[in-house]
């Protein structure tokens, strides 16, 4: 369990997330700070969800925030090379009603700025700590569906997904300048993403 000073936390005035220092984001609630727990391994790592996407290996980065912003970095410097990843929550608009803005949207982006590394994303999700088994998912166009307990999310990654019985994930080799992006939306955006689009997004 990373130490709880070792995490960064990205919000969108409804919620938070919180991202730990190897890449993971460990703790999220939907649609509000008091909603259900879909990632929950910050208090139990075996039974709770979690996304990871940072160096294939398990290494605590360093973080800090883009300016005045709310878009968190966290950076690797190996001897492989360099990685920065970024993560954001999209904001809402004003309305404070949960049924006039029912969309929770997260961007995460790494990109190699050194070398060539190894990378891996890992994405596990567990509704209110129970059996992740239950969870379905769904494979489409814009992306993978997951669905339980009447919660409805979307993923979109721009590397090809692989399933395993309780997630999914994959594995690419970056080198200098390339990157692999990541959306996750609760609700529906009307987005069809793409990498340009994602980046649009995080600007």
């Known amino acids: 369990y990373p130490a709880i000073e070792r995490h960064g936390l990205i919000s969108d005035r409804r919620t938070a997330a919180l991202v730990a220092a190897d890449g993971t984001i460990d703790w999220w609630c939907l649609p509000a700070y008091d909603g259900d727990i879909f990632f929950g391994a910050l208090l139990d790592w075996a039974k709770g969800g979690l996304w990871r996407l940072g160096p294939a290996a ?35 608009e ?24 190894r990378c891996a994303l890992y994405f596990r999700p567990v509704f209110n700590f129970t059996d992740p088994k239950d969870t379905t998912f769904e494979e489409h166009a814009s992306g993978v569906s997951i669905r339980k307990n009447g919660l409805a999310l979307r993923l979109w990654c ?11 994930w994959c594995e690419v080799d970056l080198n200098e300048g390339e990157e692999l992006w990541a959306v996750l939306e609760f609700g529906s955006t009307g987005h069809g993403w793409t990498v340009e689009a994602a980046r649009d997004a995080l600007a």
């Open 158 to 168: 721009s590397s090809k997904l692989k399933r395993e019985d309780t997630g999914l």
């Open 94 to 117: 004003n309305q404070r009603a949960l049924e006039q803005e029912p969309c929770r949207v997260i961007v995460r982006s790494l990109k190699c700025t050194k070398g060539r590394i």
């Open 58 to 92: 398990m290494l605590q980065g360093r973080q800090s925030y883009d300016d005045e912003t709310m878009v968190l970095q966290t950076e690797w410097h190996t001897d492989e090379g360099q990685l920065i990843l970024c993560d954001a929550m999209l904001w809402p």
